[in-house]
């Protein structure tokens, strides 16, 4: 209480003190202690705001005394401190223009320097001169204009971004979008209004070529191809190393002498018509029976055969005779040295020719001696080797396929010889195809001159020699040997003809003579041989009391065969007679007849001509139908018209090695199996069978190309086009195709379809 009482009494004092203070500025101060602290309370507040407005006038007051040129105004007036007001505002005002000004020409000065550089856009010229110029306007409006120009820019920006992207996922569309000039908008918006389903269309079809790669699948066949010839290689290195290995091993000391010594023997044998020949031949056959086991393999002539080989049972486990059409009763001998025979031969062509011997005395000692021997009565002058062999051995293999001659050279033979079963000619019609292939040259007024074998027909002759010296010149037939053959084999046209060859450089270089391999004789001396061109001399001129004696022995059918046959690519006939002047059943009037009109010859296959596969394709695709014989699907039959249609021999359905391969493309330097995979006849259960069947084909060197279906009728052209460029590699191609009578080969036949 006390306390409180002391706190009143000070208040009250303080209040005392206030109120006298106050009383010289006012009177109007309340009794009441209460009212009275309200009072000084209201007092103090714009007190307090006059003090507070005078603590800020002098900073400004004493701000100004830094400013000696500034006068401070009457601050007692306040119209003196509005004008002074005013004055400062100004002051701020200018300062700021300045300011600006200064920024105005940084920036007059910025697009200046950025006008001069060349890849500047010519509105930044204009901006600077708008600027330098004070034009407000023109600077507002060029201003919304460059504005309008980078919004441009980014567009632009986002649009080349999205070209990039879209050319990396889409460049055929990139490419369409970046060079059409002014694009047709509705067309476009069409194809937006599709692009879904487009991109869609385009994502199975990336797939699609993807799944159907060809070089994926030709690049994993190259490196199981690769692996499989590393494979190959080393068991042929192994092989070998094991043969000779197991050779050595077998072979004795003694062995090993002895074969030395029958090499030294047969030496000194030389051509056996020394005085010690019979010596070293003795010599020879002792030494060749204790060597002869060491070696796996033996080749020889007959002669040395006779020379070296002593007669005994099966001293050979395997003997093979070549050209056994050309050996006579001489080499029957061989019947008895081998445990198994292969004679190989052919008996259309030239027989060993017994010049010289008397017949009757051959028959007189066969009847004499042979009497007791099977099939004596085939054992004479007249037998070759070969008719041995067809008369004593069963299971003759006949090779079919011809690799030398054009098929305008080889009709000839098939016509004169082999028309049962005629040879197929796998030459090719490359770029390098001499044409007419056959052709004829007409001597009207050659004649022949001497008797039998003194016979040359001289104008003949002489336009033969013109002949060769025009094919040594001529570069179409460069590298290209050459022989010439005399088809009147007692006469001296082959010699005449030689000798002036030889004589001088007047026909032929040395060079040529020797690069060309020019050979002159008659069928016997090219019986084996072959040429790129032939020229045959038929000697024979028109004899004055009528026709020209009949060539019509097999005798005779056997020689022409062999004389027109030796050429590879071209044959020339030369002709001193016409076809009236020699009898229709004559061979030479077979061979003029021939060669004045050559042709191959072609039949359809199963009915069916070229236009006529191709229908029953058509309808065969639109019913789902079976396809014709051989053809095993549709899809092998388009693949088959396709490749025949460019002109190549194609056979379907070839069985090999007890394996049916579905097209084989043939050509003179070897043969391509195609496949065609398709799911049908090739599914995945197909895939190890086929795999495995390929490996075994391909071990007997036959090479393969397959066609997927899948890709073949997502894009049958691009899917082929793989095909042409393996077909080129192998070396085979196509033969011309006639528009109006076009020709493909079926099997072992042709087919011919006309127009």
Known sequence: MQIELIEY????????????????????????????????HDFCEPLADGLQLHEGMQKYVDSLKKFPALIAPDWNNPDAIKLFRQVLDSGAAQEELDDLENQLEKLTTTLRVAANNPTAHTIIERIADASAKLDDQKYHSLFEELTALSLRKEQLLLRDADMSTLTTICPQLAETLSTTDKPDLDAWKDKLANFEQAWNWKLATGWIEGLSDSNVHKRHENDLKKCQQDQRDLLKELATLKAWTYTFARLTETQRQHLTSWTMAMRRIGKGTGKYAEKHRRAAKEHMDHCRPALPAWIMPIHKVVETIRPDTDAFDVIIIDEASQSGPEALFLMYLGTQLIVVGDDKQISPDAVGLDRAAVDALRREYLTDIPHSDAIGIEHSFFDQAKIRYKGTIRLKEHFRCMPEIIQFSNNLCYSSEPLIPLRQYGGDRLNPVVRTEYLPNAYITGQRTTLVNVTEAEA???????????????????????????????????????????????????????????????????????????????????????????????????????????????????LSDLN??????????????????????????????????????????????????????????????????????????????????EGMKGRLAVECDGDRWHGSDRFDQDSARQRDLERCGMKFWRVRGSAFYFDADHAMEDLWTTLETAGIFPMPVDDDNEQMDVGHEAVTAAG
């Open 584 to 665: 229709p059943g004559c061979v030479r009037h077979k061979l003029l007849s021939y060669c004045l009109n050559p042709s191959v010859e072609t039949v359809e296959y199963a009915g069916h001509t070229m236009p006529e596969l191709r229908q029953i394709l058509a309808e065969g695709y639109k019913t789902n139908s079976q396809p014709p014989q051989p053809f095993d699907s549709l899809f092998e039959l388009d693949v088959f018209l396709r490749i025949a249609q460019r002109g190549y021999r194609v056979v379907p359905q070839v069985e090999m090695n007890g394996y049916k391969i579905d097209l084989i493309v």
């Open 9 to 40: 009494l000070n208040l009250q004092i303080k209040l005392q003190k206030i109120r006298k203070q106050w009383l010289d500025v006012t009177d109007e101060i309340p009794e009441n202690s209460i009212a009275a602290i309200a009072t000084f």
């Open 464 to 578: 033969i020699l013109e002949e060769v010296k025009r094919i040594c010149a001529d570069p179409a037939y460069k590298g290209k040997t050459l022989g010439i053959i005399s088809l009147v084999n007692t006469s001296q046209q082959a010699k005449y003809i030689d000798m002036q060859l030889r004589s001088s450089d007047r026909y032929v270089t040395k060079q040529d003579f020797e690069e060309r391999k020019i050979s002159v004789g008659d069928a016997y001396q090219f019986q084996g041989d072959e040429r790129d061109i032939i020229i045959l001399s038929m000697v024979s001129s028109p004899e004055e009391h009528g026709k020209v004696r009949a060539l019509a022995s097999e005798k005779d059918e056997r020689r022409f065969n062999v004389a027109a046959s030796r050429a590879r690519d071209q044959l020339i006939l030369f002709h001193s007679v016409t």
